[in-house]
């Protein structure tokens, strides 16, 4: 007997409530949205950020996301709304599903850049917080895949292969019973992302953006091979469909991100060494204050704290002034703390 893995009836793909219709693909991705909300939350107090700030940027990247997301689809994926037999209002109707992740990364990043210019923060440092936030996200939102039995790839007898009933399986495919579940593939890739990506920022203290890039790097370089495993309905260029000239063009971008950054921070890290700029502690100094930096250090070391409030990757936005007694220092993507003038 072969094995399967079952969709949900269709049935279950929307329920009301009163006059109130909900649909299972909105319960995911508004559940996706919630947890990358409390994670991003987690990762940015741990950074000495103020948590009402997360909510505040996200009241700008959550919507510009989605409607990127949405525009991304529509303009890739034109032909069931603007083709022969296209209906134009349906691409309104968000909750039938069709998110393109691409439109989504860049209109949300530009939303968070605009809450965190108007909330003072620093936008990499946000944006290294979310990043595998924002990858678990995905994939719950791919649970919504599932119940509309969409995004499967192409015809295959595996034992995990996904059954998908007549009515959703696409032209040319009507004979065919089960394909391989893709929804499924780039979930558990992108749980597994996440996880690494959390590893390597804890292991070698990753900031500046670069655990922005990583995210990007790690969740392109699954897309690449998932996009080439599904059969739906996409534009194609050149034989191969455009998401994934978009991924290679993506992760290239990524990459060299990622190694332009990591060498900025180094050279940054030697322009003003952290073991300089750190105030001393004595015994007798509280846990989390600094004790006071001696005469001699000010003397030799002048205008040091102006350097790091300028260049810091912390929470605290950058540029960020001091007062005339007190120098507000932040730990690269760390938490704030003062330095008394001597």
């Known amino acids: 007997m072969r094995t399967y893995i079952p969709s949900p009836p269709a049935e279950w793909q929307s329920f009301a409530i009163g006059p109130l219709t909900i649909h299972a693909y909105a319960l995911f991705i508004l559940a996706g949205i919630f947890f990358a909300l409390w994670f991003t939350t987690k990762r940015w107090v741990e950074r000495g950020g103020d948590p009402e700030t997360v909510g505040e940027i996200a009241l700008w990247a959550i919507p510009f996301g989605i409607i990127g997301g949405r525009l991304y689809h529509v303009i890739s994926t034109p032909g069931p709304y603007f083709g022969e037999d296209g209906d134009p209002w349906a691409a309104f109707e968000i909750w039938n599903g069709g998110l393109g992740i691409w439109g989504a990364i860049a209109l ?18 946000f944006a290294d917080a979310a990043a595998p936030a924002v990858l678990i996200a995905q994939a719950i939102g791919r649970v919504g895949n599932w119940f509309n039995q969409e995004l499967f790839g192409a015809p295959t007898t595996v034992p995990w292969a996904l059954e998908i009933d007549p009515m959703f399986r696409p032209e040319g495919y009507e004979q065919f019973e089960t394909f391989h579940p893709t929804f499924l593939y780039e979930l558990l890739w992108n749980l597994a992302g996440a996880a690494l990506i959390v590893y390597l920022d804890r292991r070698f203290d990753l900031r500046g953006g670069r655990v922005f890039w990583l995210y990007v790097m790690v969740y ?123």
């Open 108 to 125: 949300g990043a530009l939303g968070a850049y605009i809450g965190a210019r108007r909330h003072h923060a620093s936008f990499s440092a």
């Open 220 to 342: 392109v370089s699954g897309r690449l091979w998932i996009e080439m495993v599904r059969i739906d309905t996409a534009v194609t260029v050149g034989g191969l469909r455009i998401n994934v000239w978009v991924s290679m063009a993506v992760l290239a971008l990524a990459v060299i991100m990622f190694v332009v950054l990591g060498r900025l921070q180094a050279a940054k890290s030697e322009r003003v060494p952290r073991d300089r700029l750190a105030a001393p502690r004595t015994a007798d100094a509280p846990q989390g204050e600094p004790a006071e930096a001696p005469a001699s250090a000010s003397a030799e070391q002048p205008g040091e704290a102006v350097i790091l409030a300028e260049d810091s990757d912390g929470p605290t936005a950058k540029g960020a002034t001091a007062s005339a007694d007190q120098a507000e220092t932040t730990d690269d993507d760390g938490p704030a703390t003062s330095q008394e003038k001597s």
